[in-house]
DNA sequence: TTGACATGGCGAAACTTTTCGCTATATAAA
DNA sequence: TTTATATAGCGAAAAGTTTCGCCATGTCAA
């Protein structure tokens, strides 16, 4: 069974979720120094885009600390996957192959990186 | 030397350009009934649409005929690759083949799909 | 020509996202 | 305890996107 992962976040929530991603669970403070660093934003911003974040349930935190400690809900794996099949469904009506097959044409993948796609290929092929 | 591509389209600019895609140049009319039918938008709305993206350099339009035949002026292969690379800088730091990995690892592509990759490994490898 | 209808343009409302100022509270040092 | 500093909360402004109402103009048939 498939969970619900909400609505996609957006530019920002995506800033911070990368943050979070990197560094693991913490504080504000963190969070802001990397956003005023990538973009000179004001510590209230960051303070109430993860209040926001925190009603859409996009992150959990702990409260029994202080700082209070924030942690992203879904992994970079499981947002970079919707993420994904929504940009296939607005542009490719669907297909996630033909993305694939762009982004693959267009890239300088490394030879492990050609490696390890061929074997997910292999192991797709007996799954069937 | 690579062409700018402007700011990355919205949602519903997205939706009305791959109309664009889809049938080819045409008038606001046909694009509309599309949109009509998808979430049955007023035609105001869709002249507004394509009017902003004229301004943003996104769709170009033959006015010396009625009704305007508006067509895109990116293909849907060099807007889908611009996405990809936000998406990829967005949630992956970078790695496009992270996310081409991740596509693959959940979808299920035909053996179609499956020869198609394989060919352009093979092409990639080539090159090096 | 005139009336009916499709097409196009524009400003403003509605909605979403992002930003910040101001205030309040907790923490730790003097 | 008092003071200085980091942390948190909140409402509202600012910015970006999407929607539409209203009006103007073009097209075609009667």
Do not use: F
């Amino acid at each position: 069974m498939a969970r619900p992962s909400g609505p996609s976040p957006t530019d920002v929530e995506l800033q911070i979720l990368r943050v979070l991603w990197n560094r693991g669970p913490c504080g504000v403070g963190d969070i802001h120094d990397q956003l005023h660093r990538d973009k000179g934003t004001n510590y209230s911003t960051t303070v109430k885009m993860l209040s926001v974040m925190l009603t859409k349930g996009l992150v959990k935190r702990d409260e029994s600390q202080r700082p209070h400690i924030y942690r992203a809900v879904w992994t970079r794996a499981r947002t970079g996957k919707n993420l994904l099949k929504e940009l296939t469904k607005k542009v490719y009506e669907g297909s996630v192959s033909s993305l694939v097959l762009q982004a693959l044409s267009s890239s300088e993948a490394s030879q492990e990186d050609i490696d390890k796609i061929r074997k997910i290929l292999e192991e797709m092929e007996q799954r069937e």
